[in-house]
Nanobody
Framework: QVQLVESGGGLVQAGGSLRLSCAAS????????MGWFRQAPGKEREFVAA????????YYVDSVKGRFTISRDNTKNTVYLQMNSLKPEDTAVYYC?????????????????WGQGTQVTISS
């Protein structure tokens, strides 16, 4: 069991940048992978990016590749999502999640604990 709290969302114009943070508290495990997901109005939740706590392995969905960067600071139990060159289609509620013992974490599968989400709105 781990509690996840996202922050850093807001409203920015297209082409701008935001940095999301996901702070974990409670019990954590060294084998947790962390991921970012998003859900736009009227759309299904989609997988955005993931990073392993134990290695520098990262994965990005094609639509954000080259624009978003996922990183971590294990001393703070925090995962970040740097979002650059934002587009209106990036507008969504962004969630961070933790995956324990999943062999397919890089495919957005096996995420057990979820944050409450932070709103990201990109205006044109």
């Amino acid at each position: 069991q781990v509690q996840l709290v996202e922050s850093g969302g807001g409203l920015v114009q297209a082409g701008g940048s935001l940095r999301l943070s996901c702070a974990a508290s409670g019990r954590t495990f060294s084998n947790y992978a962390m991921g970012w997901f998003r859900q736009a109005p009227g759309k299904e939740r989609e997988f955005v990016a993931a990073i392993s706590w134990s290695a520098e392995d990262t994965y990005y969905v094609d639509s954000v590749k080259g624009r978003f960067t996922i990183s971590r600071d294990n001393t703070k139990n925090t995962v970040y999502l740097q979002m650059n060159s934002l587009k209106p289609e990036d507008t969504a509620v962004y969630y961070c999640a933790a995956s324990r013992l999943s062999r397919l974490w890089y495919q957005g599968r096996g995420y057990n604990d979820w944050g409450q989400g932070t709103q990201v709105t990109i205006s044109s």
